[in-house]
């Protein structure tokens, strides 16, 4: 609804510059204070050219703009150098909260059509998911949800390094350790830290962990049914964790699969015949000519391959599917450069890469490998129990029951969105008072406004309403609703769906301003009020929706 009003405007200026003469983009802005709903700043760029004022230019324009025919338009005015725009709040309220009536669950939805392969999380299957990880996944997962909501057809997949080193360890640990931990990531990563440390006291360890590397690849039958068999013990902990901040994959890709149905072997063949391959012991590609100085090693002394060329093979594969995206970490980058070099090298389209910064907490950093990691276990029963505290000191009158379920909610909701606030590519220390904030930044002020606007509707019955006179805060109110599908089209357009967050915060702050100067029930304007209540608890719900969080129906 907000784009067709900016169409509008646009149009009926188009035709008065036409009328002088004049083409081109022009761009809106949301001015402050009173200076209209949306401004244009063109008469600035057309300055020189006319060799007039902006000031002048714009009182020209203005003059023979024709607004007759636009619906949405009620005035416009020319206020220092700039056009400004005046909605007619009634007539695009009353379209507004009919369209978003009619829509319901799909108000905001786009068009877009395609298959797009979003790879996330793809963690080793050495231990649980540590934070980095969660963030990893929760882009990814709320990209996901954007890009689904925008209408594209999006496969989630999970990369599963079956083949590297890490794993042949933990499988060696596994015939000499044992674990006491109750979860099976958990497990795996006691085994994976005690043969570490083993092997770090006996270095002729290294021997057998490459024989079984070798063998796994060359499809040791036995070997075979063990790699598998660790790999899915541990996904198996892993699911169950993602489970629990309603993160799913559509599919779980091994990489292993490269090598057995022979696209490693192509890629090599293929990377052989080009000028950058090069051999000195081992076969890599100097990748200079792309601005790149660190070489990359496609396979090893024994004539086992690596990872990246794994990867490559993997992302052949994906783009045979549809367009590809990314989730990395930090730690990538170099990985990122070197892969869509070598895409370029083959002449293949590169996939979209979405790189992510470190995460901590404040108590410090962590390490599989050593044994120390904030894991996102631990990081969900704490936020699920400092929000049962809140819950309990705010609605002491409630059940247990009651209390643990909106902590359980609340506190999922607020590991989200703490996380998918920050752009990915700022580094994030995750602060308890900003998740667990009721007041005004955090999740539960998001969901509390749900609730808020549920109470409200259980006591009001949704009627017609007639024409009305909006208030300054009404009229905030329906034009952030309208601004949603905008919000949705540009965090799919960008990839960027901390844009997502930004807004549910924006429009709970402004449903908040809404509800404390505007009494909705038993006033004249109760039913244009309950009906504005009505759409915004739509929004809301969709909204979270996207982001991943439950929409309480009371808190």
């Known amino acids: 609804m907000f784009k067709e009003f900016k169409i509008q405007a646009e149009k009926s200026l188009k035709m008065a510059l036409k009328a002088k003469g004049i083409d081109g983009e022009i761009k809106f802005e949301e001015p402050i204070d009173n200076f209209g709903d949306i401004s244009t700043p063109i008469c600035f760029e057309l300055a020189p050219k006319l060799r007039k004022s902006p000031s002048r230019i714009a009182e020209e324009l203005v003059a023979k703009v024709d607004i007759e025919k636009m619906s949405f338009i009620k005035d416009l005015k020319a206020i220092n150098g700039y056009i400004n725009f005046y909605l007619d709040y009634d007539k695009f309220s009353y379209k507004l909260i009919k369209q978003v009536k009619d829509l319901n669950s799909a108000y905001g939805r786009g068009d877009k059509s395609g298959k797009i392969v979003l790879e996330h999380t793809s ?37 599963v390094n079956d083949m590297g080193k890490q794993l042949a360890k933990v499988v060696w ?12 990531d958990h497990k ?20 057998e962990i490459s024989h079984l590397m070798t063998g796994y690849e060359a499809g040791e039958k036995k070997l075979k049914d063990e790699f598998e068999d660790t790999v899915n013990y541990c996904l198996d902990g892993i699911k169950k964790t993602l489970l629990k901040l309603y993160i799913e994959h559509d599919s779980f890709i091994w990489e292993s ?11 090599l063949d293929r990377l052989k015949l080009t000028k950058y391959a090069k ?19 496609l396979m090893r002394l024994d004539g086992t391959t690596l990872y990246p060329t794994r990867d490559i093979a993997y992302h052949l594969w994906k783009k045979s599917i549809g ?12 990985a990122a450069l070197q892969l869509g070099a070598v895409m370029k090298i083959l002449g293949e389209d590169l996939p979209e890469f979405i790189i992510y910064e470190f995460i901590s907490l404040p108590e410090g950093s962590m390490s599989t490998r050593r044994g120390v990691f904030i894991s996102v276990d631990d990081l969900i029963d704490e936020s699920i129990s400092r929000a049962l505290k809140e819950v309990d000191k705010r609605r002491k009158d409630e059940t247990q029951k009651f209390k643990e379920k909106v902590a359980r909610s609340v506190g999922i909701g607020a590991v989200r969105f703490n996380i998918i606030r920050v752009a990915p590519e700022k580094s994030i220390t995750f602060r308890w008072d900003e998740a667990l904030d009721f007041e005004r930044q955090g999740s539960p002020f998001i969901q509390y406004a749900f609730a808020r606007a549920c109470r409200i509707l259980e006591k009001a019955d949704v009627r017609d309403y007639k024409s009305t006179i909006l208030t300054d805060s009404e009229k905030n109110l329906i034009k952030t609703i309208s601004r949603f599908p905008l919000i949705v089209e540009e965090a799919t357009r960008s990839r960027k769906p901390y844009l997502i967050a930004i807004y549910a915060l924006e429009l709970a702050n402004v449903f908040h301003r809404f509800y404390m100067n505007n009494k909705v029930l038993g006033t004249k304007q109760e039913d244009f009020r309950i009906n504005l209540v009505l759409v915004t608890k739509i929004t809301l719900r969709n909204v979270l929706g996207l982001l991943g969080l439950d929409a309480l129906e009371a808190m």
């Open 257 to 267: 699969r490269f090598t057995r149905d022979d696209s490693v072997d192509a890629v």
């Open 173 to 184: 640990g596994n015939r000499r350790f044992e674990s006491k931990k109750k979860k099976s």
């Open 123 to 159: 963690a080793n299957p050495n231990g649980p998911l540590h934070i980095g990880h969660g963030r990893n996944a929760i882009i990814g997962d709320t990209l996901g949800r954007v890009l689904r909501f925008s209408g594209y057809n999006v496969e989630i997949q999970y990369y």
């Open 323 to 334: 367009d590809v995206v990314d989730i990395w970490g930090a730690d990538h980058k170099l």
């Open 188 to 207: 795996i990563a006691e085994i994976y830290y005690l043969a570490n440390k083993a092997i770090e006291e006996n270095p002729e360890f290294e021997k």
């Open 279 to 297: 051999e000195d012991e081992v076969l890599y590609l100097d990748l200079e000519y792309f601005g790149i100085e660190k070489e990359m090693i």
